[in-house]
């Protein structure tokens, strides 16, 4: 409902309204994020998940390798944390690309807490 301001005047003062109307800020929260995972598994070859990592995740090989080692040994790691669309993209970038080549390959993605 619009107020007209000459309403607002020709109101009594026994309403003990001022008339001024405060605009408030809406408080915006920043979007949720998801980690991206790699998930360890007995065939596919360690150079392939190596390349995957620089390729889609932009790591210089030795930060690729490294994060191989943890996959390989702690099976899984976290190799990017992205907005819901970014993270669900690499997801399927990764995947669509293991298949590709026929590897087993997992890649997922879960919301950051």
Do not use: W
Not at 13 to 42: A, Q, S
Not at 60 to 73: C, P
């Amino acid at each position: 409902m619009r107020l007209d301001p000459i309403m607002m005047a020709d109101r009594s003062d026994e309403d003990n309204d001022t008339g001024l109307l405060v605009k408030t800020k809406p408080k915006t929260k920043r979007p949720p994020m998801y980690k991206v995972l790699l998930l360890n598994d007995d065939f596919t070859p360690m150079e392939f998940v190596v390349h995957v990592l620089e390729r889609f995740f932009g790591l210089n090989h030795a930060q690729a390798f490294e994060i191989m080692l943890v996959v390989h040994k702690k099976g899984l790691a976290v190799v990017g944390v992205f907005s819901h669309e970014i993270a669900e993209t690499k997801v399927a970038q990764v995947m669509d690309f293991a298949r590709r080549h026929q590897h087993p390959l997992q890649c997922t993605m879960e919301k950051e807490e």
